[in-house]
């Protein structure tokens, strides 16, 4: 021990550097299960975030009748009380509802009247105050508007159902006191569990009121609710979450009460974000750990076969061999188990601070069992490797370890080796193009593919370089000669040619898949909403709604009304095909040209039938407002705005025109509006008639696919693999150091037989440059074969949609510029220890 203190004492920089790279890859080892926990939690947020309302409750309804003779007391029974049971993670709110109408001065309409529990700190007074006691209520402003009821007006409530021969009463009406207006504020949100959204005035406007007051309200149905609410804590556990709605529907049917809710659908997004994230985090990991695996081996094996010597004279004075492996090995085992805790720590430090500045919501690292696992497993791999490393350098009989230079590898063996690389990199291609969901090795296929290009260019550069000295050296000139044979003939620097072409294209991949997945979601979510700002509007006649559009928009160059049609069986859209080309979103994979589209859908003559087009096949017929209308299909699409691959859209005008009842409500109708729409617009929009009520755009739906699990996935990618990059660079530091003794003895003695001092430092830097060079346009095509290839792998979306992956990156400049950029930093570094290695040659006695 003493004597492997003072070897750790005479060679502090090799022992630093195992030290170092140790740590490097143990940080890599615990960089991936920390930034997926990380990442997960963020994509959960998100996902919550961004779920309807109906897909964060497990809701409780159950049909109460009451007959007229039962008198107001027996209305406070136990049979009219909302249970309030305790779930964990949920909010529970508890309601009672009526159908019926409420009436004003001279107007009727639908209406329920509604207690729920602490509604007043959801909803948004606008005018007035929320209700307090008995016989109060509050109207929505446009109900308000509509039937001429203010604050302090007396508003009638009569229970009862509409029907087709017309309104069925329940009751008496009761008198209410309009005690404020209300905007729906967090009611049309996950509170009000998809209750009340205002999208369809037939289903009638929530009217609300105290407890006291609905029961007192004279009625023959009433609706009990219970709603569970699910908050952030329901969501740390899916089992559990999905087990709880499973009860709560066994529950139902034996109690006699329904359950709805899409929480199960929420879950199911939420495990396929974490199954994206996982499978991507840890591909991306791979190729930093195996990189800082590889140096390490590099470095061990150039301090070792420094050291042959040493060996050899061991081995010449009877030193036992288990002795000698120790003396071999210690310098480097005890640096590998001292770099582990290093690289825990450092990897919770850099990962706190890149989820920080990643991740959404900063959700924080946490250091769990399987983490430690991960840092225990890549310290048992460096000791692995540097134990190899210096197995094979040192390992041999006393004469040839007391030789300065090893024995040349066994061709073959390595040509064996190659050969092998190529054929998995082949395999994990042919699974890819015949696996419809690629798993396994065909995830490896990227790394696979540049490992397998870096193999077969180590060959094809030696070759060359070989030539080309020989070349130089015919016709006199010495300094090309000289670094075309070291390239052609030092081991060590094609070795470094593999490592930088694997870097290089895997950073280049990195950053084709960012970019083309950041392109995607845009496409996606941009196709999704229709156009790049979408308004909902106040139900309005549809006839009313384009008219007020055109009236606001009279050049027909921003905005654009949109009806959403009540069809069930096929989804399908009126829009004002004159503005359609201009307004909406018409992305090239629709199929179809957007100039096209009006011409289609509004020929001369088009019988009693109605021009569609349509992504899959519509029936024969389509409900529109409030006809059933005959349709033919004008022309085929691959997709729909907004309705995706099942769907179609229709013109407006010859709808309205088709229609029995043209005063019937659309059903959602909206506006989209173009990316340029002048910011006064809303305003005029307003004056026209409309009543906005609210208003989404492309930006804010990109906003959200960026925070969801594959974009998160694809920014720890180019994180690491940039970081691999930078990796690579520092092997050319362990490169230039572990030959740096024979090339300065090397060096010096053509020195005094006359070779200029500024054809040292153009030796060494040479053979760099064209070991970089030729590594970075290697790179480069492995990265395009790679995306040819295994494009597909990317994970740029947790459903598996969107659009298809482009063979060609949307900015592959991108590309060249982070390769060429690794490649500055590799010459830069390459001049530096040329500079260093000239200093040592000019330093050295003659």
């Not at 087990?243 to 396929?272: F, K, P």
Request: glycine share 10%; net charge neutral; aromatic share 6%.
């Amino acid at each position: 021990m003493r004597l492997v203190r003072a070897m750790l004492r005479q060679r502090r920089g090799a022992a630093l550097t195992m030290l170092v790279l140790a740590a490097i890859a143990t940080l890599g080892a615990v960089a991936g299960p920390l930034y997926r926990d990380a990442a997960a939690s963020a994509a959960t947020t998100a996902e919550v975030a961004q779920a309807t309302p109906v897909e964060r409750v497990i809701s409780r309804t159950r049909i109460v009748e009451v007959t007229r003779s039962f008198g107001p007391a027996k209305r406070f029974s136990d049979d009219l009380e909302p249970l309030l049971p305790y779930r964990k993670g949920f909010e529970t709110v508890g309601g009672l509802q009526i159908a019926g109408r409420v009436t004003g001065a001279n107007t009727q309409a639908s209406a329920w009247l509604v207690y729920r529990g602490n509604v007043c700190a959801h909803i948004v007074v606008v005018a007035g105050r929320c209700v307090a006691g008995a016989g109060e209520a509050v109207l929505p402003v446009s109900v308000g508007h509509d039937l001429g009821l203010g604050v302090g007006s007396v508003a009638g409530f009569e229970a009862g159902l509409v029907t087709r021969s017309g309104f069925s009463s329940e009751g008496e009406p009761v008198a209410v006191t309009v005690v404020g207006l209300y905007e729906l504020g967090d009611v049309a949100g996950a509170y009000g569990a998809g209750r009340y959204t205002g999208d369809d005035p037939a289903e009638g406007a929530p009217v609300f009121a105290t407890r006291e007051t609905v029961m007192g309200t004279p009625f023959e149905d009433a609706v009990l609710i219970t709603d569970f609410i699910a908050g952030p804590e329901a969501f740390t556990d899916l089992g559990a979450l999905r087990t709880l709605v499973t009860d709560e529907r066994d529950t139902g049917d034996q109690e006699g009460y329904a359950v709805s809710g899409d929480l199960d659908r929420l879950a199911d997004r939420i495990d396929a974000s974490h199954a994206v994230l996982g499978i991507a985090i840890q591909v991306a990991a791979v190729p930093l750990v195996l990189l800082a695996l590889v140096v390490l081996h590099l470095a061990v094996t150039a301090g070792v076969l420094r050291r042959r010597t040493e060996f050899g004279l061991a081995g010449l004075r009877g030193v036992p061999a288990g002795t000698r492996w120790w003396l071999a090995s210690a310098e480097y085992l005890l640096p590998a188990l001292a770099g582990a805790p290093f690289g825990l720590l450092l990897g919770l430090l850099l990962v706190g601070r890149l989820s920080a500045a990643l991740l959404p919501g900063d959700p924080g690292v946490t250091l769990t069992g399987e983490t430690v696992a991960y840092a225990a497993i890549a310290v048992a791999a460096a000791i692995a490797v540097a134990t190899l490393a210096q197995w094979r350098a040192s390992r041999g009989p006393v004469a040839s370890l007391l030789r300065r230079t090893p024995a040349r590898s066994r061709v073959a063996l390595a040509g064996l080796g190659e050969v092998i690389a190529v054929l998995l990199a082949a395999v994990a291609g042919y699974q890819i193009t015949a696996d419809t969901a690629p798993s396994g090795i065909a995830l490896l296929t990227p790394l696979l593919v540049a490992i397998a290009a870096g193999l077969l260019a180590r060959r094809v550069v030696s070759l060359l370089a070989g030539r080309a000295a020989a070349f130089a050296l015919h016709r006199g000139r010495l300094t090309p000669a000289m670094f075309a044979f070291a390239v052609a003939r030092r081991p060590a620097l094609t070795r470094l040619l593999t490592l930088l072409i694997v870097a290089f294209a895997v950073a280049g991949f990195a950053v084709a898949a960012a970019v083309t997945g950041s392109a995607a979601r845009a496409d996606r979510a941009r196709h999704d909403l229709g156009a790049a700002q979408v308004l909902r509007v106040s139900p309005v006649p549809a006839d009313r709604l384009l008219a007020a559009v055109r009236a606001a928009d009279p050049e027909g160059r921003y905005a654009m009304a949109v009806v959403r049609l009540r069809d069930e069986q096929f989804p399908m859209l009126a829009v004002d095909t004159d503005r359609l080309a201009r307004v909406a979103y018409w992305g090239p994979a629709i199929g179809l040209p957007a100039s096209s589209v009006r011409d289609l859908l509004r020929p001369a003559t088009h019988g009693a039938e109605l021009p569609v087009i349509t992504a899959g096949t519509p029936g024969e017929s389509v409900r529109a407002l409030s006809s059933s209308i005959p349709v033919t299909r004008a022309a085929p699409v691959a997709t729909v705005p907004r309705l995706g691959s099942r769907g179609g859209l229709a013109d407006l005008g010859l709808v309205i025109a088709a229609t029995q009842d043209q005063s019937a409500d659309a059903r959602e109708p909206e506006i989209w509006l173009a990316a340029d729409a002048p910011a006064d617009l809303r305003e005029r929009l307003r004056q026209a008639g409309l009543g906005i009520t609210a208003a989404t755009s492309a930006d804010a739906r990109i906003a959200a696919a960026d925070d969801q699990g594959p974009a998160l996935a694809l920014r720890f990618f180019v994180v690491a693999s940039l970081t691999a990059l930078l990796l690579s660079v520092a092997a050319l530091l362990v490169a230039a150091e572990s030959e740096r003794e024979d090339q300065v003895r090397m060096l010096r003695a053509l020195r005094v037989q006359g070779l200029p001092a500024r054809a040292v430092w153009s030796h060494i830097f040479g053979g760099y440059a064209v070991l970089v060079t030729a590594a970075a346009l290697a790179g480069l095509a492995a990265t395009a074969v790679a995306w040819l290839v295994a494009r597909s792998v990317v994970p740029f979306f947790a459903d598996g949609g969107g659009p298809p992956v482009p063979a060609l990156p949307p900015s592959p400049w991108l590309v060249a510029v982070a390769v060429v950029a690794g490649a500055g930093v590799a010459l830069t570094t390459s001049a530096f220890a040329a500079a260093s290695l000239r200093r040592a040659v000019e330093r050295s006695p003659q």
